[in-house]
């Protein structure tokens, strides 16, 4: 039976209260339809939607953790920027879904069917035979590290610039797929089996050539901190630009980088989170999924650098005043990333190239 808007808001609103432990009860969708519902903006965390119709449904922002979506019919859904890290997705069908910037780390994709005993008899739901419609899954620019895709039908889908680092596809259906830009890490290629074009652009494991410059990069690195502490007088600045980063991955928590130059490198996944990094220069460079939190960021460039996923709570992004007086703003021109990332930031609403060059991803979310 077809939920109305008001019926799903009560039952919404009472799961929200049980999902912040203050009373109210789980919901209970399992094979409700909500096709063309709007269930934006929500925390569904551990709801259950086994087996619902959500075709053309609006679930954009909306927390779906740890919730199950075991073979639910998703055709056509707005999921943009979706949280569904530990959902149950086995077996769903996602075609002509919209998925880009959602989160689905340690999501169960698995192909599954369901069977229902109902008032009729034993019924079974194959989604992946009743859906209807040539389009393929769009997961651009999704996040799906350590996503388990075994066995899954993914004919046509698109993973273009996505995180898949450890990602699963053990005897998947990979056919006219695109990997381009994708973050493939960790990832076994050969289960992939696709085209080389498939793999375009894409980011796979640090190349022993870039392990082997590790003792490089730190003592450079090393060299840049001296010489912040020391005022000058000591070390040298670093220049880190068109390098891959990766190696020092947890070499650079907590440190002093003021004026770090790395533009055009690889720094994927990174932890930066409490470090100096007033005036740093990251322009064009691949900071996807890099953690910023709490880190001092006064002043930086981030021209057309690749954002995705990056996190910057309450990372200081107010201006950096030189001894001149002269004030440097944030600079994100051109950059891949949105508003949304920027909620527990500390900003400087007076700064015009921050202010006016943030790009505005594709909102849906009203």
Excluded at 21 to 29: D, M, S, V, W, Y
Aim: aromatic fraction near 6%.
């Amino acid at each position: 039976m077809a939920r109305t808007q008001e019926e799903l808001n009560s039952i919404l609103a009472a799961h929200e209260r049980y999902a912040a432990h203050r009373g109210g009860i789980r919901a209970q969708l399992a094979h409700a339809n909500l096709d063309g519902l709007n269930l934006a903006n929500r925390n569904l965390a551990e709801a259950d939607l086994a087996g619902a119709s959500l075709v053309g449904a609006i679930l954009c922002g909306s927390n779906l953790e740890r919730a199950s979506l075991y073979c639910a019919d998703l055709r056509n859904c707005n999921m943009q920027s979706a949280r569904m890290v530990r959902a149950d997705l086995r077996g769903a069908s996602f075609k002509g879904a919209r998925l880009s910037y959602a989160v689905l780390d340690h999501a169960d994709l698995r192909a599954a069917m369901m069977m229902f005993i109902g008032a009729d008899g034993i019924t079974f739901t194959d989604r992946e035979r009743t859906a209807k419609g040539n389009a393929g899954v769009d997961f651009s620019n999704c996040s799906l590290k350590s996503a388990s895709f075994g066995n899954a039908k993914l004919d046509g889908a698109d993973f273009t610039g996505a995180l898949l680092q450890g990602a699963c596809f053990r005897a998947a259906r990979l056919t006219n797929v695109t990997f381009k830009d994708a973050v493939l890490t960790g990832v076994n290629l050969k289960e992939l089996a696709v085209p080389p074009e498939a793999l375009m652009d894409c980011v796979k494991d640090v190349s022993p050539e870039a392990e082997a410059r590790f003792e490089e990069l730190k003592a450079r690195l090393e060299a840049h901190q001296e010489w912040i502490t020391s005022a000058g007088k000591s070390g040298a600045p670093a220049n880190f630009d068109g390098e891959d980063l990766r190696p020092l991955q947890h070499l650079l928590v907590g440190r002093p980088l003021t004026g770090l130059s790395a533009r055009r490198a690889i720094a994927i996944g990174i932890d930066f989170s409490g470090s100096q990094l007033q005036a740093a220069k990251f322009d064009g460079a691949d900071i996807r999924d890099a953690n910023f939190a709490n880190a001092d960021l006064r002043g930086i460039s981030m021209r057309g650098a690749r954002l995705a996923h990056a996190k910057f709570e309450k990372a200081d992004l107010g201006r950096l005043t030189l001894t001149s007086g002269t004030p440097i703003f944030a600079d994100f021109a051109d950059a891949d990333v949105a508003a949304d990332q920027f909620l527990t930031a500390v900003l400087d609403e007076d700064a015009p190239e921050f202010a006016t060059s943030m790009p505005q991803r594709e909102a849906a979310i009203h």
